[in-house]
């Protein structure tokens, strides 16, 4: 069945233009509503946490008029980290958890991320059956005037999530000899991020706290570092935390300014965690986005790396099957299963600095695990139909896996959650990587397709 709403992450677009519409957020409440609504005779619940963007002003009240419509109760967060969403919605028994980002996009954009009463998000099926119920008629199996919804604000979200995030990091261990640079792209961790650490005992220094609706990612997070190695320089940080809108990713910067990613960290963690006796299972579930490099390193280490499509949630489906509690992506989502349903940029940076502090050793010596294999990567926007599948594009493809044999690796996919084909490829040789790469890329604007 083809996906009309949902993504790779969700239902995500610009806001107030399809599918990011209020009244499109209102038709999502009532029909998962109805979904998650069971015969139980006990009231049910939804939790709803937000980032800082200014539309989830409007987004937010739709989906309250959704799901009250069909006689479930709503709990409201305001600004919490996605993973905190996911936390609290297994903590409170609701039946199902809402957060509305759009990650690390800018504020323009706005998105909607679903959440089991389990804490993980839905499957693809639920999803699916989620998505045919939205464009059926929905006045059916409505609540009667005295069984709709009620509508509730707790305050204390922040505090539970602050207080779950310190206890993954060691018991008896403290950050009181760190300086923390932490950014947090004036996002949903503006104020937990910083609380947190400080209260572990770190002197932070904040980037990135002041959302005023229009500035979240803007020149700041995980995804635009600059302000962060600034900060880390002005005060000669330790280290520096770069998250993003929803803080469900994190990138770290040395106390150098060098960018530390998502696979290093991946790396660097599963080292430790072997060493430790904490892995639950002799390897970690990335993607197929991840680095050549980390996969010969973990072979090293004795541990296999398994891949998945891109995205946390197949990553997490792949660890759930195979019981590993290690696993993420090269852009920062760093899943750790004994802590956490989802990724959780917060935490992850938790178990760098736990390295840190454990082994009394700067993170320029202990964050480079793995010298990565060439690797580029374009992004090339398009403006509809199918570039994938045009004759230009298929030759290109073809001929740029001949070139690359078994020396290296290609991948080309769509954006889940934005109108680019990602052309990324790997290779010892890296003129000929960058000769794969250009090919391609060429190969989709001339097809008509796309732009730069």
């Known amino acids: 069945m083809t996906r009309k709403y949902f993504g790779t992450d969700g239902i995500r677009g610009t806001a107030n233009t399809p599918p990011m519409t209020p009244e499109i957020a209102m038709r999502l409440g009532m029909a998962a509503g109805k979904y998650f609504r069971t015969t139980s005779p006990r009231r049910h619940s939804v939790v709803i946490g937000k980032d800082t963007r200014l539309s989830g002003y ?37 039946d199902l958890g809402v957060m509305i980002s759009a990650s690390h996009n800018a504020f323009g954009d706005n998105g909607i991320k679903l959440f089991g009463p389990d804490g993980f998000k839905l499957s693809d099926e639920i999803e699916l059956e989620i998505e045919s119920r939205m464009d059926r008629a929905l006045d059916d199996k409505l609540a009667g005037p005295g069984d ?55 002197e932070v220094f904040p980037v990135g706290v002041s959302p005023d609706g229009f500035n979240i990612n803007r020149e700041v997070g995980s995804t635009d570092t600059r302000a962060l190695r600034a900060a880390v320089k002005a005060h000669r940080a330790d280290i520096g935390i770069a998250l993003d809108g929803d803080a469900d990713r994190c990138i770290i910067i040395d106390e150098h300014g060098d960018v530390v990613d998502g696979d290093q960290l991946m790396g660097l963690i599963a080292g430790h965690w072997k060493t430790s006796g904490r892995l639950s299972a002799p390897g970690v579930v990335t993607t197929i986005m991840s680095n050549l490099g980390l996969e010969r390193y973990l072979a090293d280490l004795g541990l296999s790396l398994e891949r998945t499509q891109v995205g946390d949630r197949y990553v997490v489906e792949r660890m759930r099957q195979l019981d590993y509690n290690l696993g993420g992506e090269q852009s920062g989502h760093i899943v750790m299963s004994d802590y956490s ?14 390295v840190m502090v454990e082994t009394g050793r700067p993170l320029s010596e202990i964050g480079h695990v793995f010298d990565p294999v060439p690797q580029k990567l374009v992004n090339v ?64 604007r001339a097809a008509g397709s796309g732009s730069a």
């Open 341 to 354: 349903t989802t990724g959780d940029g917060l935490m992850a940076a938790l178990q760098v600095l736990a």
């Open 58 to 94: 409007m987004i937010e009240p739709a989906l309250v008029a959704g799901f009250t419509s069909v006689g479930m109760d709503v709990t409201l967060f305001g600004p919490l980290p996605t993973p905190g969403v996911a936390m609290m919605t297994r903590s409170l028994r609701a």
């Open 381 to 444: 926007r398009y403006h509809g139909g199918d570039p994938l599948a045009e004759a230009l594009v298929k030759s290109a493809i073809a001929g740029a896996e001949a070139q690359l044999g078994t020396s290296g690796r290609l991948v080309i996919r769509k954006s889940g959650t934005e109108p680019l084909i990602r052309v990324m490829a790997e290779a010892g040789d890296a003129d000929l990587m960058d000769d794969v790469v250009t090919s391609i890329s060429d190969a989709v």
């Open 148 to 202: 709709l919804g009620r509508t509730v604000r707790i305050d204390d979200a922040q505090a539970r999530y602050v207080e779950i995030v310190k206890a993954s990091f060691p018991r008896g261990m403290r950050l009181s000899k760190l300086r923390i640079c932490i950014d947090c792209a004036n996002g949903a961790a503006y104020k937990v991020a910083p609380a947190a650490l400080y209260e572990l005992g770190a």
